[in-house]
Antibody
């Protein structure tokens, strides 16, 4: 059974940093691309970033480019999102998702429960 | 970047009705289009990928069609458990943009 468990969310002041983790199990982690998707309170889904199965290809939304870094550790079956220079508009629930293939640009067929991030002073 | 526009933003229909949601891309994306369902308070669930391929386990009353710039998600007979928000997502290239969503309610 595929399981994705996010952690690391919380309250942070504007300009601060936060690191999210997503522990994956139930599939061959290195064989699949992974994504982060966020959802601001009462709003729709926003794609944030994706990484290939091998970790050598990454993509970012313009809204987070230069501030967020996606990475993965195959030895730990864990996906990460390092978030720096956080802004109020980054406040959202952050979902980790497993992409259907190793190819980065594909649909997500499994989602974690999400971890909330609040950026506020 | 390619924009994804969904319509309507919300709809109310009766149980048993045929429901159609439209997603339009600002440029052609071939069939690189997915549909997701998000029930209130729940995580998103993949319904359809490749514009028309039903994800395993998804009821057959859901179907997708389209190619290029115009896509449709159809629920052939709306059920109470289909109350949710529905999102399209394009994935031909990054950014993997979502549509704004369509909220489906029961009349």
């Amino acid at each position: 059974e595929v399981q994705l468990v996010e952690s690391g969310g919380g309250l942070v002041e504007p300009g601060g940093s936060l690191s999210l983790s997503c522990a994956a199990s139930g599939f061959i982690f290195s064989s699949y691309a992974m994504s982060w998707v966020r959802q601001a309170p009462g709003k729709g889904l926003e794609w944030v970033s994706s990484i290939s199965g091998g970790g050598n290809i990454t993509y970012y939304a313009d809204s987070v480019k230069g501030r967020f870094t996606i990475s993965r550790d195959t030895s730990k079956n864990t996906l990460y999102l390092q978030m720096n220079t956080l802004r109020a508009e980054d406040t959202a629930v952050y979902y980790c998702s497993k992409v259907r293939s190793e190819v980065v640009v594909a649909a997500s067929n499994y989602w974690g429960q999400g971890t909330p991030v609040t950026v506020s002073s | 970047d390619i924009q994804m526009t969904q319509s309507p933003s919300s709809l109310s229909a009766s149980v048993g009705d045929r429901v159609t949601i439209t997603c339009r891309a600002s440029q052609g994306i071939s069939n690189y289009l997915a549909w997701y369902q998000q029930k209130p308070g729940k995580v998103p669930k993949l319904l359809i990928y490749g514009a028309s391929t039903l994800q395993s386990g998804v009821p057959s009353r859901f179907s997708g069609s389209g190619s290029g710039t115009d896509f449709t998600l159809t629920i052939s007979s709306l059920q109470p458990e289909d109350v949710a928000s529905y999102y399209c997502q394009k994935y031909n290239t990054a950014p993997l943009t979502f549509g704004g969503g369509t909220k489906v309610e029961i009349k």
